[in-house]
Structure formats: structure tokens, C-alpha cells
């Protein structure tokens, strides 16, 4: 799809076509908004390191100094994907971060993800559906809450278990980056997507070739990306979409 010639093109076309029906799934505000991706691993592990380097950044521009860690604002029940990132880098001592806990009801509390949040907090990743026990959290009010507290700061839900069956409005949750996985709602499997609002500071995690505008290196599979945009056309049409 980033090639020149006519077949080149016709794998473009199918490929940006997935682009805005994904991106109309989630209510994006334009399809560049969609990055696709491999997995929902993949989107989390990009969600968190290329989070946390640019708020590495933030840090010492605001003064904080090189000695500055990054903080992340996470919960107890999240998927491996994000707290095994976490605690890998945090061995490395690159970031730390604190978990909150969650109700009887499996809830994550927003005012205990607010109070976690300190003035090196760049990220908050709080899931949307636990992948268990089915529980949506408030993710509207904890990105209202801790952007109170710490403007600026990155918002990230893995709404991996959501899509195609809850209404994700990443609008109306009010979240910069978020975790879309394809065969969770009827896509092939190996292939997903990140959501990254325009304007949201996120270093790129893989390098390459300049595919999907310079965000992800490495050629797009045309035919599972077509999937995931059939998919989406579906389950907007069934009304899991806004």
C-alpha cells in the first residue's frame, strides 16, 4: 500500500477505506487519528513506552531535571500487556508506577486514581471492560479527574473487550490513546489498532520505512487490515458503535 503503481494503489484504497471505518467505530475525529497495528499487545506496549518518552521529555523541559522519572497511574486488574510493559521498564528503571485497586465489583475507583497521580505522572492506562469479570469502568470520569490534577498528562484505555459490544466514544470517554483489537469483534487475528488523538505527544515504538504516516514502520498486511475494516462497518451497523 505504499507503493506507486496501480496495484499499489488499489491495496491504498483499501487500506485508508478500513481506516475510516474503524476510525467511525470509535467517533475519531478524522481517520488519521487509527494507526493499525499487530496486536492489542502491540498497541498497549506502544500506548506506554511511547507515552512515557515523551513525558521524559515534558519532565525536563517543566524543569524536573534529567534525574526525573516518568510515573504512570495504572490499575490492579489490567492486562499482562500493560503491566508486564510497566514492570519492565520499571526494572530498568525508566518509570515507575502505581496500581489502584479495584471495588467488590471489579471498578476501578476514579478518586483513588486521581490521588495516585504525582507531579512526574505523564500516563494513566486504566482498560475500559475487564477481560474477566465484565466489569466498564468510569474512564470518563478518571481522564476528567486527573487531568484536573495534572494537565497534560496522557490518557490510555485498552477498550480491547469493549468494541462490538459497548459503546466506545472516544470522544465522549475523553481519552488521547486507545487500544483497539481486531478479532475481538470479528476481525481476523494479527490485527489491531491504536487510537492516538491529533495532537497527543507519542513516540513512535517501531522504526522503519515511514508506513502509516511515519507512526509505524513495517509493510501493512492489506488483507487482515481489510478485516478489521469490514469488522468495524458491521458492528457500527449493529449499533455497537456511537
Known amino acids: 500500500p505504499s507503493s506507486g503503481h496501480a496495484l499499489g494503489r488499489e491495496c491504498r484504497t483499501a487500506v485508508e477505506g478500513a481506516r475510516a471505518a474503524v476510525g467511525r467505530l470509535v467517533n475519531a475525529r478524522s481517520p488519521e487519528e487509527v ?50 510493559c510497566l514492570r519492565a521498564w520499571a526494572e530498568e528503571g525508566l ?26 505522572t505523564v500516563l494513566c492506562t486504566v482498560m475500559h471492560s475487564n477481560n474477566e469479570v465484565g466489569a466498564v469502568n468510569p474512564i470518563r470520569e478518571i481522564a476528567s ?30 481519552v488521547d490513546l486507545a487500544t483497539v483489537v481486531g478479532h475481538k469483534f470479528g476481525a481476523p487475528k ?25 507512526r509505524r514502520g513495517g509493510t501493512e498486511n492489506v488483507l487482515l487490515v481489510a478485516g478489521i475494516g469490514a469488522a468495524a462497518e458491521v458492528g457500527f451497523a449493529e449499533g455497537a458503535g456511537t
Open 35 to 84: 494507526v493499525f497495528v499487530s496486536c492489542g499487545t502491540e498497541a498497549d506496549n506502544w500506548a506506554v513506552l511511547g507515552a512515557v518518552r515523551a513525558g521524559r521529555r515534558r519532565l525536563r523541559v517543566s524543569g524536573r531535571g534529567d534525574s526525573a522519572v516518568p510515573h504512570v497511574v495504572t490499575s490492579t486488574v489490567e492486562h499482562p500487556a500493560v503491566t508486564e
Open 95 to 120: 518509570l515507575a508506577f502505581t496500581e489502584v485497586g479495584v471495588s467488590a465489583e471489579g471498578l476501578v475507583d476514579p478518586a483513588a486514581v486521581e490521588a495516585a497521580v504525582t507531579p512526574d
Open 145 to 174: 479527574r486527573v487531568r484536573a490534577k495534572q494537565p497534560g498528562i496522557t490518557v490510555h484505555t485498552d477498550a480491547a473487550q469493549s468494541i462490538g459490544k459497548v459503546c466506545v466514544d472516544v470522544q465522549e470517554l475523553g
Open 190 to 214: 494479527g490485527v489491531a489498532a491504536l487510537y492516538v488523538r491529533e495532537g497527543v505527544e507519542l513516540d513512535n515504538f517501531l522504526y522503519g520505512g515511514g508506513q502509516e504516516r511515519g
